[in-house]
């Protein structure tokens, strides 16, 4: 199975939009998504109506911190006053096909657990110890993780790949056990200093994974701002930031 991996769109309808065409000229054939698909961005609504149409099955969706706090009302944890204003702006906005669209097809949770190809995965926006909030990065203990072959997960909006190696009972493999974790980065407001629209798509065959990007129309985004929220955001997509 070519699995595509997508996280943290937010909102970006032109990144998307060149995302898919992408996955679709590689030959994706099911899809992972990791939660904040809204908010920040001008096009939450588009966003959710695109995904509603994709041409694959889609194994898993759960909220990110971005969803649970639009659909609570809970912006306790935003770090910045522009960032509570973006979000309460989203819930204004969002139509009733998109409040169901988040409450009744994806998991609330912030995290799922499925079998992609008969491997054990775990899909969590942040981290198990903090599935909205929390991040995965390499050098941590992640000993919580050891049962999954995957573990796929956004929020950080930076990419990764690594592979850890568990002690297991089991001769035949050298009594190890693998984990590999994947970050797919960030579709539609990426931080890794680079301003194009990042994705993945992983073989679950062969364990062959791709982290991708892929350069998409940033001047159209940006004109759909509108001084509609803190300028940063319509700002920051030009240097990836």
């Not at 969590?124 to 919580?144: C, I, K, M, Q, T």
């Not at 050298?174 to 539609?188: D, E, I, Y």
């Not at 062969?206 to 990007?213: D, K």
Request: glycine residues 8%; negative net charge; proline residues 5%.
């Amino acid at each position: 199975m070519n699995l595509l991996i997508l996280s943290d769109i937010h909102g970006n309808l032109s990144a998307l939009e060149r995302v898919l065409a992408e996955a679709e000229s590689r030959q994706a054939e099911a899809c992972v998504l990791l939660g904040d698909l809204i908010d920040y961005g001008m096009h939450s609504s588009q966003v959710l109506r695109r995904l509603e149409e994709l041409p694959w099955p889609c194994l898993c969706s759960i909220w990110g911190n971005h969803e649970h706090a639009v659909c609570t009302e809970d912006y306790s944890r935003f770090s910045t006053l522009r960032g509570r204003q973006s979000a309460q702006y989203t819930r204004e906005r969002l139509e009733e096909r998109d409040w169901r669209f988040l409450r009744e097809r994806m998991t609330q949770a912030g995290k799922q657990e499925f079998f992609a190809d008969g491997k054990r995965c775990l899909a969590v926006h942040g981290g198990l110890d903090d599935p909205y909030w929390g991040s995965l990065a390499p050098g941590e203990n992640r000993a919580e993780y050891r049962d999954y072959d995957y573990v796929f997960s956004g929020h950080s909006h930076v990419p990764h790949f690594f592979e850890t190696f568990f002690p297991a009972d089991g001769p035949g493999r050298r009594n190890r056990k693998k984990t590999v974790f994947l970050n797919p980065g960030s579709v539609g407001q990426p931080r890794n200093l680079c301003p194009q629209a990042q994705f993945a798509l992983l073989d679950t065959d062969s364990g062959q994974a791709q982290l991708l990007r892929t350069p998409y129309d940033v001047a159209r985004e940006q004109a759909a701002f509108g001084g509609q929220t803190d300028d940063f955001y319509r700002e920051r997509l030009a240097y990836g930031i």
